[in-house]
């Protein structure tokens, strides 16, 4: 076989080696069916809080940033998901991953995100939070069930408002 033939074959599969391993490097370290890990943080608000705190209600970890253009253009969504559902036994959780304080509180509020529960984090991925679920790219998301199993990683706004329907609505 000639050398060049067998050196392309290499790179490719060298190549298709590092995606991989790029790809799996940037997903959550927790899938569908998982316990989600209890954390504590401080909120905006100077309070201390536990996720488990909300055991007993269907909760969004929200992942996001100021600075992330797919993080505001969702926000809208989840606002309004939040609306409808918060009544019924829907909380979110978010942690921002940010630079500056000012920016995460001014877009907090801009972006209409009325929960009380929002923590930020460093912007290069190295908080608390953020390493224990292995948050390397925002938006990261998980759906949280009242028994703290996740049931959904990285859904759309139209998958929570399905699922949350389908289990809030007749409340």
Same mark, same amino acid.
């Given at each position: 076989?000639?050398?060049?033939?067998?050196?392309?074959? /290499?790179?490719?599969?060298?190549?298709?080696?590092?995606?991989?391993? $790029?790809?799996?490097?940037?997903?959550?370290?927790?899938?569908?069916?998982?316990?989600?890990?209890?954390?504590?943080?401080?909120?905006?608000?100077?309070?201390?809080?536990?996720?488990?705190?909300?055991? /007993?209600?269907?909760?969004?970890?929200?992942? $996001?940033?100021? $600075?992330?253009?797919?993080?505001?253009? =969702?926000?809208?969504?989840?606002?309004?998901?939040?609306?409808?559902?918060?009544?019924?036994?829907?909380?979110?959780?978010?942690?921002?991953?940010?630079?500056?304080?000012?920016? $995460?509180?001014?877009?907090?509020?801009?972006?209409?995100?009325?929960?009380?529960?929002?923590?930020? =984090?460093?912007?290069?991925?190295?908080?608390?939070?953020?390493?224990?679920?292995?948050?390397?790219?925002?938006?990261?998301?998980?759906?949280?069930?009242?028994?703290?199993?996740?049931?959904?990683?990285?859904?759309?706004? =139209?998958?929570?408002?399905?699922?949350?329907?389908?289990?809030?609505?007749?409340?």
């Amino acid at each position: 076989m000639n050398k060049s033939i067998l050196l392309r074959a /290499g790179a490719v599969v060298l190549g298709a080696a590092l995606l991989f391993a $790029w790809y799996k490097y940037r997903q959550p370290r927790f899938i569908a069916g998982d316990k989600a890990p209890d954390f504590e943080v401080t909120l905006a608000d100077g309070q201390k809080a536990r996720l488990y705190d909300l055991k /007993g209600k269907y909760v969004l970890l929200h992942f $996001w940033g100021s $600075w992330c253009g797919p993080c505001r253009a =969702e926000n809208p969504h989840l606002a309004d998901i939040y609306r409808r559902y918060s009544g019924l036994g829907f909380e979110v959780f978010s942690i921002g991953i940010e630079q500056t304080d000012r920016a $995460w509180r001014n877009a907090i509020e801009r972006d209409g995100l009325n929960w009380r529960h929002h923590a930020m =984090e460093p912007a290069n991925f190295s908080g608390g939070v953020a390493r224990q679920y292995n948050i390397r790219v925002i938006p990261s998301t998980f759906l949280i069930n009242p028994d703290g199993d996740i049931m959904g990683v990285n859904l759309s706004p =139209e998958e929570i408002e399905k699922t949350l329907s389908q289990r809030l609505a007749g409340r």
